[in-house]
């Protein structure tokens, strides 16, 4: 599956395309296909998200599990550190 993700404008946090908005959280994104583009350029044009692109993806049965180690540590946080990783609790007005 193709997810969006990108960062927030104001916060800098990053941010999952969630099918009306964004979300902090990985599990929320849902699967795009030939409208990516689109909604990309629809976001970036309104000023809700710098930065969009879209990545693979699979859905298992802990979540949605980004492809690659970039966007798993984007998504979760540093692999070194858990009380660095996102809290569960975290809005786009209180990330950490």
Known sequence: MKIITGNDLK???VTWWDGKG????VNEA??????AAAIIAEEEATR?????YT??????DAGIRPAHIKE??????????????LDPSATPDRVL
């Open 72 to 85: 798993r540590i984007r998504a979760l946080g540093p692999t070194v550190r858990l009380d660095l990783s």
């Open 30 to 35: 849902v699967a795009v296909e030939a409208d």
């Open 55 to 60: 990545i693979d993806a699979e859905q298992t």
């Open 48 to 52: 809700r998200v710098n930065g969009a």
């Open 11 to 13: 916060s800098g946090a």
């Open 22 to 25: 964004w979300s902090l959280h």
